[in-house]
């Protein structure tokens, strides 16, 4: 129901029902009833998919088919998203009317998901839904972050300085993304190339030195041990190939769901923040993104609490997370901010310095930004830093495993050329003698 008593009903693309009750209520509604749609739901309800129309409205329409193909799951690449609410605030900030400019960029997107999306919630305002309510309908493209700092925009007056932060937020986000994973690309792609090229010299060069160890330049020799464990391995991988694969699927398996569980997912994140060489760039990442994300959304209005609690949702990283929840919980007993940060070795002593100045003066939202500019600039020269130290770490690496492989090949006949040598040897004192 709304807060007239009027009952509405509809339909939720939501993961859990914990999430619908969350997204019913943050839409200004009172759930009653809240069930799974079993797929013949949507259509009956006469409401889209995330819509939320009046009972009965539906009686009469043909039903929508509901056909997931993929690549078209209704996700929207977050580089797209951005691109549109940053077209979105020029036209806003130009004066256009919001209906009206969500109709001009719907004409011209050309994402499919996003052009439905753009028309959903073209309807939804139509139907009389606010901005910030048509967003909660498509939790999979518009996250907690986006839905609220437009409802503070909304209640401020200033949606279009809203989503202008927002826009200039999600830039910066995405500029950072960007340069650690151009910074990846080329230890990635070496890694690919060296254990391509380690699969051909397992599977097809060394099972033809194991042919020549076999046959005469053998002679019933014994192989050194470190030429065994090699041919050893070769033939492994040549001869068991799918029980191989099988392995290494099944320890990336085990992984994966070793990091779902709450445990799993701690000790991984906290092993991310102290690698050596990426834990740093991961590290000041996290403090970036924390700072910067807490700075929009208390600049543009959002409760601290509130605010506080979408940080931890969207943070990324349990150990940052479990921070940001000890802080929220400090400020609701109306105690600072520092204390918990401090207390979680986190942060360094300079952002703690830096929030502590922001909370005595009155301007945090002005010093988070500021931090999170710095951090910016920390993570180009971490990323590059952590770059110059991958190169050479990763030249090494490999020139010891195809030096061994190398040496291990060459071993039999330097022991070959030997006893040769020693035998030649003892034929001419025979001869002599």
Same mark, same amino acid.
């Given at each position: 129901?709304?807060?007239?008593?009027?009952?509405?009903?509809?339909?939720?693309?939501?993961?859990?029902?914990?999430?619908?009750?969350?997204?019913?209520?943050?839409?200004?509604?009172?759930?009653?009833?809240?069930?799974?749609?079993?797929?013949?739901?949507?259509?009956?309800?006469?409401?889209?998919?995330?819509?939320? =129309?009046?009972?009965?409205?539906?009686?009469?329409?043909?039903?929508?088919?509901?056909?997931?193909?993929?690549?078209?799951?209704?996700?929207?690449?977050? =580089?797209?998203?951005?691109?549109?609410?940053?077209?979105?605030?020029?036209?806003?900030?130009?004066?256009?009317?919001?209906?009206?400019?969500?109709?001009?960029?719907?004409?011209?997107?050309?994402?499919?998901?996003?052009?439905?999306?753009?028309?959903?919630?073209?309807?939804?305002?139509?139907?009389?839904?606010?901005?910030?309510?048509?967003?909660?309908?498509?939790?999979?493209?518009?996250?907690?972050?986006?839905?609220?700092?437009?409802?503070?925009?909304?209640?401020?007056?200033?949606?279009?300085?809203?989503?202008?932060?927002?826009?200039?937020?999600?830039?910066?986000?995405?500029?950072?993304?960007?340069?650690?994973?151009?910074?990846?690309?080329?230890?990635?792609?070496?890694?690919?190339?060296?254990?391509?090229?380690?699969?051909?010299?397992?599977?097809?060069?060394?099972?033809?030195?194991?042919?020549?160890?076999?046959?005469?330049?053998?002679?019933?020799?014994?192989l050194p041990g470190f030429t065994q464990?090699?041919?050893?391995?070769?033939?492994?991988?040549?001869?068991?190939?799918?029980?191989?694969?099988?392995?290494?699927?099944?320890?990336?398996?085990?992984?994966?769901?070793?990091?779902?569980?709450?445990?799993?997912?701690?000790?991984?994140?906290?092993?991310?923040?102290?690698?050596?060489?990426?834990?740093?760039?991961?590290?000041?990442?996290?403090?970036?993104?924390?700072?910067?994300?807490?700075?929009?959304?208390?600049?543009?209005?959002?409760?601290?609490?509130?605010?506080?609690?979408?940080?931890?949702?969207?943070?990324?990283?349990?150990?940052?997370?479990?921070?940001? $929840?000890?802080?929220?919980?400090?400020? =609701?007993?109306?105690?600072?901010?520092?204390?918990?940060?401090?207390?979680?070795?986190?942060?360094?002593?300079?952002?703690i310095s830096m929030v502590d100045v922001?909370?005595?003066?009155?301007?945090?939202?002005?010093?988070?930004? =500021?931090?999170?500019?710095?951090?910016?600039?920390?993570?180009?020269? $971490?990323?590059? $830093?952590?770059?110059?130290?991958l190169e050479p770490i990763m030249i090494?690496?490999?020139?010891?495993?195809?030096?061994?492989?190398?040496? $291990?090949?060459?071993?039999?006949?330097?022991?070959?050329?030997?006893?040769?040598?020693?035998?030649?040897?003892?034929?001419?004192?025979?001869?002599?003698?």
């Amino acid at each position: 129901m709304d807060s007239r008593g009027k009952e509405t009903k509809g339909v939720l693309d939501v993961a859990t029902q914990n999430e619908a009750i969350g997204r019913i209520k943050e839409m200004g509604f009172f759930p009653t009833k809240v069930v799974e749609d079993k797929g013949g739901a949507g259509g009956a309800a006469g409401a889209k998919k995330g819509g939320s =129309k009046p009972a009965g409205k539906g009686k009469g329409m043909s039903m929508n088919l509901n056909i997931r193909i993929p690549g078209l799951s209704g996700r929207v690449k977050t =580089k797209v998203l951005t691109v549109f609410t940053r077209q979105l605030a020029t036209l806003v900030q130009a004066g256009l009317p919001l209906l009206r400019g969500l109709r001009v960029l719907a004409k011209q997107e050309r994402n499919v998901n996003l052009k439905k999306i753009i028309g959903d919630l073209a309807v939804s305002i139509e139907g009389g839904c606010t901005f910030s309510e048509a967003l909660a309908q498509h939790p999979k493209v518009f996250n907690r972050l986006y839905v609220n700092m437009v409802k503070a925009g909304e209640l401020g007056g200033v949606l279009e300085v809203v989503l202008k932060r927002l826009s200039e937020f999600m830039e910066k986000a995405q500029k950072i993304k960007g340069k650690v994973i151009a910074a990846m690309f080329y230890p990635c792609a070496v890694l690919v190339v060296a254990t391509a090229i380690m699969g051909v010299l397992m599977v097809f060069v060394i099972p033809k030195f194991k042919e020549i160890f076999e046959g005469t330049l053998g002679n019933g020799r014994q192989l050194p041990g470190f030429t065994q464990f090699v041919l050893g391995i070769s033939e492994m991988i040549q001869h068991h190939i799918i029980q191989t694969m099988l392995v290494i699927i099944g320890i990336v398996i085990m992984f994966n769901v070793f990091i779902r569980t709450k445990f799993g997912r701690k000790l991984f994140d906290r092993f991310k923040l102290n690698v050596p060489v990426l834990g740093p760039v991961i590290s000041k990442v996290a403090i970036s993104r924390f700072t910067r994300t807490l700075g929009t959304l208390v600049s543009s209005g959002v409760p601290i609490l509130q605010a506080l609690t979408i940080v931890k949702e969207t943070s990324g990283n349990v150990i940052v997370g479990n921070a940001v $929840a000890s802080v929220h919980e400090s400020v =609701k007993e109306g105690e600072t901010i520092t204390a918990p940060l401090e207390a979680s070795n986190i942060f360094p002593p300079m952002v703690i310095s830096m929030v502590d100045v922001g909370e005595q003066t009155g301007a945090l939202p002005e010093m988070l930004m =500021k931090i999170a500019d710095n951090y910016d600039e920390e993570v180009d020269n $971490a990323v590059a $830093a952590m770059t110059s130290l991958l190169e050479p770490i990763m030249i090494v690496v490999l020139a010891v495993i195809v030096g061994s492989i190398v040496i $291990a090949m060459f071993l039999p006949l330097i022991d070959l050329m030997e006893n040769v040598g020693e035998d030649s040897k003892e034929g001419a004192k025979e001869k002599t003698n």
